[in-house]
């Protein structure tokens, strides 16, 4: 990573401050917390809308954390503190635990109170972790950048209710956990996201990338070495938000699910072909003989709408197993060659599954202009933010590049982060 990348990465603080955060722990709730702790953001290398489809995703955990400051009450009471800014809503939240199921609280009060909800409902052994607190969370997650700054305060309280309970959270207590954190965010905050964002948060080791098989909640760790291979993913947040994206989101699942019941599997990956050739340049739809064996597959459906989302899921799910295998087979100057998969990516999001902004277009576009290796929209879609895979030299020209097409289009400043493939969720005190 060149010197300008690291001052860059050093200029915004990767870690709240801590000492503020249990000062204001102690000034809202009197006393000292129990213990701190982290959980990241994340940002997905590649496999967009594959977590509901039973297809592989590779998402990263990124340094920028949410930390809580908590203890454990007695009594059944609820008492929350935000030190970000929340817009029009309270920074405090106070409740009763059993006053918590779905769509109650409503706000931002529902991830933390609703994952103790989920650690109750889901019975033992974890059901222990579920009591009254006090919490004080301080973040350096953007919130709503499609960075999962909902998963990072989930997976926070999530870990530190389980490690004050003493409850194991080795790798298979932990896909508990983001089950619970998942069922909070589903049926508490009323989010319809699949696992990912979690598994992410929870389940991820420093310097990999998380493949995780949706299908089982399985894991494995891919050896992401960026650094060493002179090379940065620069995360490039459109800061511009769509308001309908909820709706989009709920559309596209259900247009899945119904395909899936048409073709007769429980889900569409499972009907994407193997990785073919070892083409470095694939295009959109793959090479030519899964790209024939697609059609085949779509010829069954009748819908045109139909048949592009399938056949994002069926490249996408090819495309996420190919950089794995570019990941695994790469001596550190081969990584770039993950860079036109990513751009395949974002041509599908854009074109198939229709999920991309003229923002995301914007950047990801700009990017490649000015040298990045690939691009692509990641997260959720129409909004939030992109990743480009660039030479640590040429990261000051991307950002140009990006931040004036953005001001050319009459968009919002995008903001930029440097992806470092970090550590899950720990406990900091
Ligand atoms: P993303 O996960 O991409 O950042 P979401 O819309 O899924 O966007 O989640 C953002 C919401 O999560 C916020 O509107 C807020 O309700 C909640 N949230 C996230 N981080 C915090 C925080 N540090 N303090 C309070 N609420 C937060
Ligand atoms: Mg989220």
Same mark, same amino acid.
């Given at each position: 990573?060149?010197?300008?990348?690291?001052?860059?990465?050093?200029?915004?603080?990767?870690?709240?401050?801590?000492?503020?955060?249990?000062?204001?722990?102690?000034?809202?709730?009197?006393?000292?917390?129990?213990?701190?702790?982290?959980?990241?953001?994340?940002?997905?290398?590649?496999?967009?809308?594959?977590?509901?489809?039973?297809?592989?995703?590779?998402?990263?955990?990124?340094?920028?954390?949410?930390?809580?400051?908590?203890?454990?009450?007695?009594?059944?009471?609820?008492?929350?503190?935000?030190?970000?800014?929340?817009?029009?809503?309270?920074?405090?939240?106070?409740?009763?635990?059993?006053?918590?199921?779905?769509?109650?609280?409503?706000?931002?009060?529902?991830?933390?109170?609703?994952?103790?909800?989920?650690?109750?409902?889901?019975?033992?052994?974890?059901?222990?972790?579920?009591?009254?607190?006090?919490?004080?969370?301080?973040?350096?997650?953007?919130?709503?950048?499609?960075?999962?700054?909902?998963?990072?305060?989930?997976?926070?309280?999530?870990?530190?209710?389980?490690?004050?309970?003493?409850?194991?959270?080795?790798?298979?207590?932990?896909?508990?956990?983001?089950?619970?954190?998942?069922?909070?965010?589903?049926?508490?905050?009323?989010?319809?996201?699949?696992?990912?964002?979690?598994?992410?948060?929870?389940?991820?080791?420093?310097?990999?990338?998380?493949?995780?098989?949706?299908?089982?909640?399985?894991?494995?760790?891919?050896?992401?070495?960026?650094?060493?291979?002179?090379?940065?993913?620069?995360?490039?947040?459109?800061?511009?938000?769509?308001?309908?994206?909820?709706?989009?989101?709920?559309?596209?699942? !259900?247009?899945?699910? /119904? #395909? $899936?019941?048409?073709?007769?599997? &429980?889900?569409?990956?499972? +009907? =994407?072909? @193997?990785?073919?050739?070892?083409?470095?340049?694939?295009?959109?739809?793959?090479?030519?003989?899964?790209?024939?064996?697609?059609?085949?597959?779509?010829?069954?459906?009748?819908?045109?709408?139909?048949?592009?989302?399938?056949?994002?899921?069926?490249?996408?799910?090819?495309?996420?197993?190919?950089?794995?295998?570019?990941?695994?087979?790469?001596?550190?100057?081969?990584?770039?060659?993950?860079?036109?998969?990513?751009?395949?990516?974002?041509?599908?999001?854009?074109?198939?599954?229709?999920?991309?902004?003229?923002?995301?277009?914007?950047?990801?576009?700009?990017?490649?202009?000015?040298?990045?290796?690939?691009?692509?929209?990641?997260?959720?879609?129409?909004?939030?933010?992109?990743?480009?895979?660039?030479?640590?030299?040429?990261?000051?020209?991307?950002?140009? !590049?990006?931040?004036? /097409? #953005? $001001?050319?289009?009459?968009?919002? &400043?995008?903001?930029?982060? +440097? =992806?470092? @493939?970090?550590?899950?969720?720990?406990?900091?005190?």
């Amino acid at each position: 990573m060149s010197g300008a990348a690291h001052e860059r990465a050093g200029a915004a603080a990767q870690v709240p401050d801590v000492d503020a955060l249990v000062a204001a722990f102690t000034d809202a709730f009197g006393g000292e917390p129990e213990g701190v702790w982290a959980a990241p953001g994340r940002v997905n290398v590649i496999g967009e809308h594959l977590d509901y489809n039973g297809g592989p995703v590779l998402p990263m955990a990124l340094p920028q954390v949410t930390v809580v400051a908590l203890r454990r009450r007695d009594d059944e009471e609820i008492h929350l503190l935000s030190a970000s800014d929340l817009g029009e809503e309270d920074a405090r939240w106070s409740g009763s635990l059993s006053g918590v199921g779905p769509g109650t609280p409503q706000g931002w009060a529902a991830y933390p109170a609703g994952v103790l909800w989920a650690l109750r409902e889901g019975g033992p052994p974890y059901d222990a972790a579920a009591t009254g607190v006090d919490a004080a969370f301080a973040s350096t997650v953007p919130i709503g950048a499609g960075l999962s700054s909902s998963a990072a305060l989930e997976c926070a309280v999530a870990v530190a209710a389980a490690d004050l309970a003493e409850l194991p959270h080795d790798d298979q207590g932990r896909a508990v956990l983001a089950q619970r954190c998942v069922r909070a965010e589903n049926d508490v905050a009323g989010a319809p996201t699949g696992g990912m964002d979690q598994a992410a948060a929870l389940r991820t080791e420093e310097g990999s990338a998380l493949l995780l098989h949706t299908a089982d909640s399985t894991v494995e760790q891919v050896p992401f070495d960026l650094a060493r291979a002179g090379l940065v993913l620069l995360v490039m947040d459109t800061r511009a938000k769509h308001s309908h994206a909820g709706g989009e989101y709920g559309d596209r699942r !259900a247009t899945c699910e /119904a #395909a $899936a019941t048409t073709l007769g599997v &429980e889900h569409l990956a499972s +009907l =994407a072909g @193997p990785t073919g050739g070892t083409s470095d340049e694939p295009g959109p739809l793959g090479d030519d003989e899964s790209a024939a064996a697609d059609e085949e597959t779509l010829s069954a459906l009748e819908d045109d709408v139909a048949r592009c989302r399938v056949r994002h899921v069926l490249t996408e799910t090819r495309r996420v197993r190919r950089v794995v295998e570019l990941l695994r087979g790469a001596s550190a100057d081969d990584i770039g060659a993950i860079g036109p998969v990513l751009t395949a990516s974002h041509a599908s999001m854009r074109d198939d599954y229709e999920i991309s902004s003229p923002e995301l277009d914007t950047a990801v576009d700009a990017a490649l202009s000015a040298g990045a290796l690939g691009a692509r929209m990641t997260g959720g879609g129409f909004g939030g933010s992109a990743i480009a895979l660039v030479r640590s030299g040429d990261v000051e020209a991307v950002e140009t !590049a990006a931040r004036s /097409a #953005a $001001a050319d289009a009459g968009h919002p &400043e995008p903001a930029f982060y +440097l =992806a470092v @493939p970090s550590r899950s969720a720990h406990r900091l005190r």
